[in-house]
């Protein structure tokens, strides 16, 4: 069992900056490929950004490539978004989810994440 908690979000203007973080419980955190998402309102949840459980390989929808760069610290059970340029249409709750297998590369289909977290809101102004 993975129990994810996410914080760091917040209201920004655009062009900001935000970090958020991803804390894991349990052993099999480094055994995980995790990824965030978010939905904004009235829109399906989409994937943003992914990583493979070693941190050696990542995947980013292409609205945020460039902007956005996800990290891992397998020591501290955490995974990072760092979110640049900042634009209003990134405004949504963001989500870190953690794959069901072990050693996975990252994926983008929600159905392969088996864990979720309770979301964190970012809020871009313009």
């Known amino acids: 069992q993975v129990q994810l908690v996410e914080s760091g979000g917040g209201l920004v203007q655009a062009g900001g900056s935000l970090r958020l973080s991803c804390a894991a419980s349990g052993r099999t955190f480094s055994r995980r490929a995790m990824g965030w998402f978010r939905q904004a309102p009235g829109k399906e949840r989409e994937f943003v950004a992914g990583?493979?459980?070693?941190?050696?390989?990542?995947d980013y929808a292409d609205s945020v490539k460039g902007r956005f760069t996800i990290s891992r610290d397998n020591a501290k059970n955490t995974v990072y978004l760092q979110m640049n340029s900042l634009k209003p249409e990134d405004t949504a709750v963001y989500y870190c989810?953690?794959?069901?297998?072990?050693?996975?590369?990252?994926?983008?289909?929600?159905?392969?994440?088996?864990?979720w977290g309770q979301g964190t809101q970012v809020t871009v102004s313009s």
């Open positions: 989810a953690a794959d069901g297998d072990y050693f996975s590369s990252p994926a983008s289909r929600q159905n392969e994440y088996k864990y």
């Open positions: 990583i493979s459980w070693s941190g050696g390989s990542t």
